[in-house]
Nanobody, 125 residues
Framework: QVQLVESGGGLVQAGGSLRLSCARS????????MGWFRQVPGKEREAVAA????????FYADSVKGRFTISRDNAKNTVYLQMNNLKPEDTARYYC??????????????????WGQGTQVTVSS
C-alpha cells in the first residue's frame, strides 16, 4: 500500500521560507510523478506544483512561480517543496500526491492516485 507522509509545515512570518517534504513508503517512487496541492477550508484544492518521475520537468501555478521550487530525490523516495518569500495568502494545508503519468492535466487533483494527510502552513503578516 502506497503511503505518502508530508512534513515541514509550520508558522512563519511573511517573507520567510519553509521546505516541505513528502516521503513515500514503497520502492517504485521513481515511477511516479508527484504534485503538491493546497487547500483552505471552504475552498477547492488548488494545484501548486508538480514534477515528472525523472525530475526533468516541473510545473507551477502562476501564483507561486519564482517563489516555490519543487524537486525530488529518488534515492530517498522524497519530493520537496521549497517555499520562499511566503505570503499570508499561502496559508493553507499542503498535500502531496502521486500519479503514474504527468501531462497537461498536472493541475487536476482528481487525476492523482495517492494522497498524503497534509501539513499545515501558516504565514503571518
Amino acid at each position: 500500500q502506497v503511503q505518502l507522509v508530508e512534513s515541514g509545515g509550520g508558522l512563519v512570518q511573511a517573507g520567510g521560507s519553509l521546505r516541505l517534504s513528502c516521503a513515500r513508503s514503497d520502492l517504485t517512487f521513481n515511477s511516479y510523478a508527484m504534485g503538491w496541492f493546497r487547500q483552505v477550508p471552504g475552498k477547492e484544492r488548488e494545484a501548486v506544483a508538480a514534477i515528472t518521475s525523472s525530475g526533468r520537468n516541473t510545473f507551477y501555478a502562476d501564483s507561486v512561480k519564482g517563489r516555490f521550487t519543487i524537486s525530488r530525490d529518488n534515492a530517498k523516495n522524497t519530493v520537496y517543496l521549497q517555499m520562499n518569500n511566503l505570503k499570508p495568502e499561502d496559508t493553507a494545508r499542503y498535500y502531496c500526491a502521486a500519479r503514474r503519468f504527468l501531462g497537461s492535466t498536472w493541475h487536476r487533483a482528481p487525476d492523482y492516485d495517492y494522497w498524503g494527510q497534509g501539513t499545515q502552513v501558516t504565514v503571518s503578516s
